[in-house]
C-alpha cells in the first residue's frame, strides 16, 4: 500500500521558518519515483505547485518562493523536504506532497496546514 505521510506544518509568525517532510512507502511505488514535490492550496484558491525536484536532480520553484524555499529531495530514503524561509502570510495553505512515478499513477498526501500570522 502507497503511503505519502507529511509533518511540519504548524503556525509560525511573518518571517519565521518551517520545514516540511514527506516519507513515501510501499516498496513497488517507490522505486519507480522519478519527480517529488510540494503543491499548496489556499482558501477559494486552486492547488498551485511550490516546488519540485526530479531523480536527476533538477529543481523547480513556483515564483512566488523563488530564493525563500528550498526542496531537498532523498530518493534513496523516499523522501522530499522542503525548507521554507522568510515566511509570508500569503504562504499560508495547505501543502501537499505529491509524487510521480515511471509506471504508476501519481499520489498525493494528506496535506498538512501552514498557517503564517501574527
Known amino acids: 500500500q502507497v503511503q505519502l505521510v507529511e509533518s511540519g506544518g504548524g503556525l509560525v509568525q511573518p518571517g519565521g521558518s518551517l520545514r516540511l517532510s514527506c516519507v513515501v512507502s510501499g516498496s513497488t511505488y517507490t522505486s519507480t519515483i522519478n519527480v517529488m514535490g510540494w503543491y499548496r492550496q489556499a482558501p477559494g484558491e486552486e492547488r498551485e505547485l511550490v516546488a519540485a525536484v526530479t531523480s536527476g536532480g533538477a529543481r523547480n520553484y513556483a515564483d512566488s518562493v523563488k530564493g525563500r524555499f528550498t526542496i531537498l529531495g532523498d530518493f534513496a530514503k523516499n523522501t522530499v523536504y522542503l525548507q521554507m524561509n522568510s515566511l509570508k502570510t500569503e504562504d499560508t495553505a495547505v501543502y501537499y506532497c505529491?509524487?510521480?512515478?515511471?509506471?504508476?499513477?501519481?499520489?498525493w498526501g494528506q496535506g498538512t496546514q501552514v498557517t503564517v500570522s501574527s
Open positions: 505529491h509524487t510521480r512515478s515511471t509506471s504508476y499513477p501519481p499520489r
